[in-house]
């Protein structure tokens, strides 16, 4: 079967790899109807996550057909649309029946890397390298799903490929991060990002009850967008000074909660941003923290600051003091896709949600080098590319 495949540091190509097999009672194998491109994928792409090995097969955000079952797989059968978790869960682990789902014990099958760089193991996750377990990833004409009956969730009717695409990981990302986050009815919420994982925060602390969501970006495709599909305030960071911008609209308190939704890559039109960036090409460090920082200076004392962004080991200029000295909460996390799937499939089919906008390409596999191009460098007004290997 094709396959996109990582072959070395801003190197994809569209390989020939072995069609999967059932290897436990547990597992499903998905046709691929839809999958797409995701901010964090360029990192992988990139070269600052580690423990990438060329013909590894990326992606981790799709949706499918279920063609094959494994004897004990119980919530599915051969026939079913169904859209997948993009992080692995066991069901059974402590974590699991916690609700901590990208914290599962038991499905990530390199532990060593991820307690070498973390103190602990994460939980498996589709196509994001051997520090997530070295599952096959998700752009390949057909995907292995571990785990199936707690991972997988079928698509109800109604629902377009599309939109159910984006609830295998963007809109619960986003929604965790509200909902973690603590947002309130009454809030103030500052979002920074508007790619798909900052829309859909800033639709969930909408739909959780905040006065006002404010969404911070530079793409004018994005900022459009969180307008008018997400009902989301904007703030264009090239033209204003946010800091300043937001007490202003807060009447000088400044956002009760503040959500990082860029991640390891951050842009800044300021001097930090370029020796963030010299660092990290130089692997002094190995992310950019410019819009955690940003979030971090913007809160209101005693307020939340939440990290959804993608990180994978130390940054530097950290403001600690900041947080000791505003009294601010700081959480992040992986997404715990099996913690709001089933809740935002609802959602989705009441229209609460509206998530078919951000596809603004479709492509087939064999052009998904190409999209991640495209979506990289923002060239045509890529939001999100949309890969359907029957194109």
């Not at 046709?31 to 580690?50: E, F, K, N, Q």
């Not at 202003?248 to 959500?259: F, L, M, Q, S, Y």
């Not at 994978?312 to 600690?320: E, M, N, Q, R, Y």
Request: net charge negative.
């Amino acid at each position: 079967m094709k396959a996109l495949c990582w072959e070395g540091v801003n190197k994809l190509s569209v390989e020939q790899v072995p069609d999967p097999e059932l290897r436990n009672d547990q597992d499903i194998i998905v046709r691929l109807v839809a999958g797409t491109t995701c901010g964090s994928d360029l990192h992988l792409i990139g070269g600052y996550i580690p423990a990438m090995r060329a013909g590894d097969v990326i992606g981790h955000e799709f949706v499918g057909e279920v063609v094959e079952t494994g004897s004990a797989v119980r919530r599915h059968k051969v026939g079913d649309r169904v859209v997948v978790s993009s992080f692995v869960g066991c069901g059974r682990c402590w974590y699991c029946a916690n609700d901590l789902w990208s914290l599962c014990d038991n499905t990530n099958t390199n532990p060593g890397v991820g307690q070498a760089l973390f103190g602990y193991e994460t939980a498996g996750i589709f196509g994001y390298s051997h520090a997530m377990g070295g599952l096959r990833g998700s752009h390949a004409e057909y995907v292995r799903v571990p785990f199936a009956d707690y991972g997988a969730f079928t698509v109800p009717e109604g629902i377009d490929d599309t939109s159910a695409l984006f609830v295998s990981d963007s809109v619960p990302t986003g929604w965790m991060g509200a909902d973690l986050g603590g947002v309130k009815p009454g809030d103030v919420v500052a979002v920074w990002g508007c790619g798909a994982v900052g829309q859909m925060a800033a639709r969930a602390a909408i739909l959780l009850g905040a006065e006002r969501v404010i969404a911070i970006d530079r793409i004018p495709e994005r900022l459009e967008m969180t307008e008018r599909y997400i009902g989301a305030e904007t703030i264009d960071y090239t033209t204003t000074d946010v800091a300043a911008e937001l007490r202003e609209r807060t009447g000088g308190r400044g956002p009760d909660v503040c959500i990082e939704a860029v991640g390891m890559e951050a842009h800044s039109d300021g001097p930090m941003h370029l020796y963030d960036q010299a660092k990290q090409q130089l692997r002094l460090q190995t992310d950019r923290p410019t819009a955690v920082r940003h979030a971090i200076h913007a809160c209101r004392k005693g307020g939340t600051v939440f990290i959804l962004g993608v990180f994978a080991g130390a940054v530097d200029k950290f403001p600690l003091g900041a947080v000791i000295n505003k009294g601010l909460t700081v959480r992040g996390s992986q997404m715990h896709g099996q913690r709001y799937i089933p809740m935002l499939l609802d959602r989705l089919a009441a229209g609460e949600i509206s998530t078919a906008h951000l596809a603004t390409h479709s492509v087939s596999l064999d052009d998904a080098p190409t999209a991640y191009d495209m979506f990289k460098h923002k060239t045509d007004g890529c939001v999100r590319a949309v890969i359907r290997p029957g194109l």
